[in-house]
């Protein structure tokens, strides 16, 4: 049920219980002082909550906290004090909106200050920015660091000896940081249960990506999607709080498969789908409302996205499991989204536009990330060929608002959804 | 021989983006494969070994119009994947049988699954090293990388990589590696006898040529500039550092010098450098060759640097050792690596007041002007009050 907020925007359920939850990950973060639990900071594709949660420490994802300043506008002047300090305006504005941040006393969005991390889990996996990141954020607070090195699957496929390494590094770096830091001893059967747990959620959760083959998708896989991904990516996978998440947006996904309805966006349900959509890349945050309002206006709908996956591919099969607890999270890591070869990356968007029936594919092309970017225009060129459909390139940033041009980025939607239109005429009279 | 005629050949195959000389060398016997590969660090040894010709692919410089690499890069990424792409579409490497893309950003990296979908008949390989420096976990991981490199070889050439072949190709490297360095000492020591450009083309040289003649080259170089007198310019002494991929144009290292600054000590093709000490020729060649890059490689923003304390010691040992009065942050423009790691860079030379500046290049910058006034002012107040 969509239920207004003060604000106006409607939401559902779920995504009022999402908020809510990040919300008290913030509280717990911050209020470490009363209760003496260590901050392990770590990024969202590969990190290890399963695992943290054992140590009983605590998540934190700096890319959570420049997402949280983005969407309220915070990133902008972030952005702009880091490069005063003489960071270079062409590096990725996570790492400038982070830096920022901690000048500007590091406010969590409760208003409370963050606690400086205990531990710096450098989970480097598919991004090479994370660990020149890392490397500046133990430069400025002078904390413990651990790294986790994830080898990229340039054959596109994950070896023996890419999972030993990785599993060795759990074993003999990451285990051991994690008992100095916090004082607790390693126990493989609390990783199992947190595990058993995360392969609950993951079902669920890849129910309802899947709930967008439907027509019309009673989901958007994209701006949508970025609510059902938050307590799967972040602090939650692996807990209880997390399963009922996914049970209780499952079912609400089903009641609106039953009620034939579309997605719910800001302004209520989307009334008439017209336009389905694959989008390649994350979305822009400092803009987030305005950009979403740009496809729901229009009558597109995301059907399936790939920033979904940064945090893991579930929806190709992976599951973690408990039987094999220090391995499946090397299996984890090494599958993330962005530490697949474009190859694969180009194999997964074809399989999109196919089984989601996508009129299209567009990229949002994003300026700080070149895991993302490099390479897009193959990929669309790419797909275009395998699927004969159109594709088109829109480009933004993730927190710089300097890089959102409205009428540039609305210009582009327009005309895409017009050559869509175009290329339905076509068949039509083709037909 | 002369020191100009060492360099007009060494210029001429800086010049020659079609790779004449390699070409002739593939073509001198069918069986010959070469192997290009990208900045910043593949084993040549391994290359050399399988008796392939290592071929350093470092973009297209500033004398080649990109005109298909633009339509597959966004405007905010580097320029040397761009003319790389633009090498391979205008078959200028088609004679290349194989590419090597080695671990140092997101852009390269991506590169090597881009040149999997663009030329799908060449041996591809994104070549991954470790950033965990322990043997017993980055070190097995590394050699088993190694090992699977070799295979990919002995695939392609439908050859054997014998130990013996490795070791043979390990001491000319050694070799390699240590006139090298001999011409980094012999400059830092006499800057004016070894301008910047010589040294750069001769370094050039290094990625097109066999090893066995690079090698001559440079004992022919070392012996020329000796003899040589050249007149002693009033510079003070620098560090080049962050250009260790794409590459500057010549006339950029050339402005630099000419505004009062001998460059002592650079990293612009690492490769040369990257292995700080001999690698031993007794015991396992592949062992060996991990336990070099674990132990005794040079620092780079390309690598994780473990320890806190360590982040910019390679950096300033480097100032230290070659008596350099200031270092210059030239990196490329959109170079994740170089411009993510310079603030910490620049945070230890601070420590130790160092002076420094910084400022950002394309290999097809044209305009020299800015970048002199801005090398020839700090050249200016190192002199008056360092």
């Given at each position: 049920?969509?239920?207004?907020?003060?604000?106006?925007?409607l939401?559902?359920?779920?995504?009022?219980?999402?908020?809510?939850m990040?919300?008290?990950?913030?509280?717990?973060?911050?209020?470490?002082?009363?209760?003496?639990?260590?901050i392990?900071?770590t990024?969202?594709?590969?990190?290890?909550?399963?695992?943290?949660?054992?140590?009983?420490?605590?998540?934190n994802?700096?890319e959570?906290?420049?997402i949280?300043?983005?969407?309220?506008?915070k990133?902008?002047?972030?952005?702009?004090?880091?490069?005063?300090?003489?960071?270079?305006?062409?590096v990725?504005?996570?790492?400038?909106?982070?830096?920022?941040?901690m000048?500007?006393g590091?406010?969590?969005?409760?208003?409370?200050?963050?606690?400086?991390?205990?531990?710096?889990?450098?989970?480097?996996?598919?991004?090479?920015t994370?660990?020149?990141?890392?490397?500046?954020?133990?430069?400025?607070?002078?904390?413990?660091t651990?790294?986790?090195?994830?080898?990229?699957?340039?054959d596109?496929?994950?070896?023996?000896?890419?999972?030993?390494?990785?599993?060795?590094?759990?074993?003999?770096?990451i285990?051991?940081?994690?008992?100095?830091?916090?004082?607790v001893?390693?126990?493989?059967?609390?990783?199992?249960?947190?595990?058993?747990?995360s392969?609950?959620?993951?079902d669920?959760f890849v129910?309802?990506?899947?709930?967008?083959?439907?027509?019309?998708?009673?989901?958007?896989?994209?701006?949508?999607?970025?609510?059902y991904?938050?307590p799967?990516?972040?602090?939650?996978?692996g807990?209880?709080?997390?399963?009922?998440?996914?049970?209780?947006?499952?079912?609400e996904?089903?009641?609106?498969?039953?009620?034939g309805?579309?997605?719910?966006?800001?302004?209520g349900?989307?009334?008439?789908e017209?336009?389905?959509l694959?989008?390649?890349?994350?979305p822009?945050?400092?803009?987030?409302?305005?950009?979403?309002?740009?496809?729901?206006?229009?009558?597109?709908?995301?059907?399936?996205?790939?920033?979904?996956?940064?945090?893991?591919?579930?929806?190709l099969g992976?599951?973690?499991?408990?039987?094999?607890p220090?391995?499946?999270?090397?299996?984890?890591?090494?599958g993330?989204?962005t530490?697949r070869?474009?190859?694969?990356?180009?194999?997964?968007?074809?399989?999109?536009?196919n089984?989601?029936?996508?009129?299209?594919?567009l990229?949002?092309?994003?300026?700080?990330?070149?895991?993302?970017?490099?390479?897009?225009?193959?990929?669309?060129?790419?797909?275009?060929?395998?699927?004969?459909?159109?594709?088109?390139?829109?480009?933004?940033?993730?927190?710089?608002?300097?890089?959102?041009?409205?009428?540039?980025?609305?210009?582009?939607?327009?005309?895409?959804?017009?050559?869509?239109?175009?290329?339905?005429?076509?068949?039509r009279?083709?037909? | 021989?002369?020191?100009?005629?060492?360099?007009?050949?060494?210029?001429?195959?800086?010049?020659?983006?079609?790779?004449?000389?390699?070409?002739?060398?593939?073509?001198a016997?069918?069986?010959?494969?070469?192997?290009?590969?990208?900045?910043?660090?593949?084993?040549?040894?391994?290359?050399h070994?399988?008796?392939?010709?290592?071929?350093g692919?470092?973009?297209?410089?500033?004398q080649?119009?990109?005109?298909?690499?633009?339509?597959?890069?966004?405007?905010?990424?580097?320029?040397i994947p761009?003319s790389?792409?633009?090498?391979?579409?205008?078959?200028?490497?088609?004679?290349?049988?194989g590419m090597l893309?080695?671990?140092?950003?997101?852009?390269?990296?991506?590169?090597?699954?881009?040149?999997?979908l663009?030329?799908p008949?060449?041996?591809v390989?994104?070549?991954?090293?470790?950033?965990?420096?322990?043997?017993?976990?980055?070190g097995?991981?590394?050699?088993?990388?190694?090992?699977?490199?070799?295979?990919?070889?002995?695939?392609?050439?439908?050859?054997t990589?014998?130990?013996?072949?490795?070791?043979e190709?390990?001491a000319?490297?050694?070799?390699?590696?240590?006139?090298?360095?001999?011409?980094?000492?012999f400059?830092?020591?006499?800057?004016?006898?070894?301008?910047?450009v010589?040294?750069?083309?001769?370094?050039?040289?290094g990625?097109?040529?066999?090893?066995?003649?690079?090698?001559?080259?440079?004992?022919d170089?070392?012996?020329?500039?000796?003899?040589?007198?050249?007149?002693?310019?009033?510079?003070?002494?620098?560090?080049?550092?962050?250009?260790?991929c794409?590459?500057?144009?010549l006339?950029?290292?050339?402005?630099?010098?000419?505004?009062g600054?001998?460059?002592?000590?650079?990293?612009?093709?690492?490769?040369?450098?990257?292995?700080?000490?001999?690698?031993?020729?007794?015991?396992?060649?592949?062992?060996?060759?991990s336990?070099?890059?674990?132990?005794?490689s040079?620092?780079?923003?390309?690598?994780?640097?473990?320890?806190?304390?360590?982040?910019?010691?390679?950096?300033?040992s480097?100032?230290?050792?070659?008596?350099?009065?200031?270092?210059?942050?030239?990196?490329?423009?959109?170079?994740?690596?170089?411009?993510l790691?310079?603030?910490?860079l620049?945070d230890?030379?601070?420590e130790?007041?160092?002076?420094?500046?910084?400022?950002?290049y394309?290999?097809n910058?044209?305009?020299?002007?800015?970048?002199?006034?801005?090398a020839?002012?700090?050249?200016?107040?190192?002199?008056?009050?360092?």
């Amino acid at each position: 049920m969509a239920i207004p907020t003060d604000t106006e925007v409607l939401k559902d359920s779920s995504m009022l219980l999402q908020k809510q939850m990040i919300a008290e990950n913030y509280d717990e973060l911050t209020n470490t002082a009363e209760t003496g639990k260590k901050i392990s900071s770590t990024f969202v594709p590969g990190n290890l909550n399963e695992l943290v949660m054992c140590f009983d420490m605590l998540n934190n994802l700096p890319e959570i906290n420049a997402i949280n300043n983005g969407m309220r506008k915070k990133s902008g002047m972030m952005v702009m004090q880091a490069e005063k300090m003489g960071h270079s305006e062409d590096v990725c504005t996570y790492v400038k909106a982070d830096i920022g941040s901690m000048s500007k006393g590091n406010i969590a969005p409760n208003g409370k200050p963050m606690p400086n991390p205990d531990l710096l889990l450098l989970s480097y996996t598919g991004c090479f920015t994370f660990m020149k990141w890392f490397e500046l954020l133990r430069h400025e607070y002078g904390c413990e660091t651990a790294m986790l090195h994830v080898p990229y699957e340039g054959d596109g496929i994950i070896t023996q000896n890419m999972r030993d390494y990785v599993v060795k590094q759990i074993k003999e770096v990451i285990i051991p940081a994690l008992e100095k830091v916090s004082g607790v001893k390693f126990d493989i059967d609390r990783l199992r249960e947190n595990l058993t747990h995360s392969a609950k959620a993951e079902d669920d959760f890849v129910w309802v990506l899947e709930s967008a083959k439907n027509k019309p998708s009673p989901i958007d896989a994209y701006f949508g999607g970025v609510y059902y991904i938050g307590p799967i990516f972040t602090a939650f996978r692996g807990t209880d709080k997390a399963v009922s998440y996914y049970k209780m947006l499952r079912s609400e996904i089903e009641q609106r498969i039953a009620e034939g309805k579309g997605p719910i966006t800001p302004e209520g349900d989307m009334k008439e789908e017209r336009y389905r959509l694959v989008v390649e890349g994350p979305p822009n945050w400092t803009n987030f409302r305005e950009f979403w309002k740009m496809f729901y206006d229009d009558g597109a709908v995301v059907v399936a996205s790939t920033y979904t996956k940064v945090g893991g591919v579930y929806d190709l099969g992976f599951r973690h499991d408990p039987t094999n607890p220090i391995e499946t999270l090397a299996d984890y890591c090494l599958g993330c989204y962005t530490n697949r070869n474009l190859s694969q990356r180009v194999d997964m968007l074809e399989k999109y536009v196919n089984e989601y029936q996508a009129d299209g594919l567009l990229i949002n092309s994003i300026k700080s990330c070149n895991s993302f970017s490099a390479g897009q225009l193959l990929m669309m060129q790419e797909v275009e060929k395998r699927t004969g459909k159109p594709g088109a390139f829109i480009e933004t940033d993730l927190v710089d608002p300097r890089y959102f041009s409205a009428a540039n980025v609305k210009n582009r939607l327009e005309s895409y959804f017009q050559m869509i239109e175009q290329r339905r005429q076509s068949a039509r009279s083709a037909a | 021989m002369s020191t100009a005629e060492i360099i007009a050949r060494c210029q001429a195959l800086y010049d020659d983006l079609d790779f004449t000389s390699a070409r002739e060398w593939k073509n001198a016997d069918p069986k010959r494969k070469v192997i290009g590969y990208m900045p910043v660090y593949v084993p040549r040894e391994i290359i050399h070994a399988a008796g392939m010709l290592p071929l350093g692919i470092l973009g297209g410089g500033d004398q080649m119009e990109v005109i298909h690499g633009d339509a597959y890069y966004q405007s905010y990424i580097c320029r040397i994947p761009r003319s790389t792409i633009e090498l391979g579409l205008t078959k200028k490497l088609d004679f290349v049988d194989g590419m090597l893309f080695p671990s140092i950003c997101d852009v390269i990296r991506n590169l090597s699954g881009m040149w999997q979908l663009m030329f799908p008949d060449t041996y591809v390989r994104y070549f991954d090293v470790p950033q965990n420096y322990t043997d017993s976990i980055g070190g097995e991981y590394y050699i088993e990388e190694l090992k699977e490199l070799m295979a990919g070889l002995e695939k392609l050439g439908d050859i054997t990589i014998t130990d013996e072949a490795l070791r043979e190709s390990t001491a000319l490297y050694n070799e390699n590696r240590r006139l090298i360095n001999a011409v980094y000492d012999f400059r830092a020591a006499q800057p004016s006898k070894a301008p910047s450009v010589e040294v750069y083309l001769l370094m050039r040289a290094g990625m097109v040529l066999p090893v066995e003649e690079h090698n001559q080259v440079l004992s022919d170089y070392l012996e020329a500039a000796a003899l040589e007198e050249r007149p002693v310019r009033d510079n003070c002494r620098i560090v080049i550092n962050g250009a260790f991929c794409e590459q500057p144009p010549l006339n950029l290292i050339r402005s630099i010098e000419m505004a009062g600054c001998y460059i002592v000590d650079d990293d612009y093709m690492l490769i040369n450098k990257w292995l700080l000490e001999d690698v031993p020729l007794e015991g396992d060649p592949v062992k060996n060759l991990s336990d070099a890059f674990l132990h005794y490689s040079a620092d780079t923003a390309a690598k994780y640097c473990d320890r806190a304390e360590d982040v910019g010691q390679y950096l300033l040992s480097t100032v230290k050792k070659t008596g350099a009065e200031g270092v210059i942050f030239t990196a490329p423009s959109f170079c994740d690596p170089a411009l993510l790691e310079r603030p910490m860079l620049q945070d230890r030379m601070d420590e130790h007041s160092v002076p420094h500046i910084s400022f950002k290049y394309a290999e097809n910058s044209g305009q020299m002007q800015p970048i002199r006034e801005q090398a020839g002012t700090f050249a200016d107040s190192i002199k008056l009050w360092s």
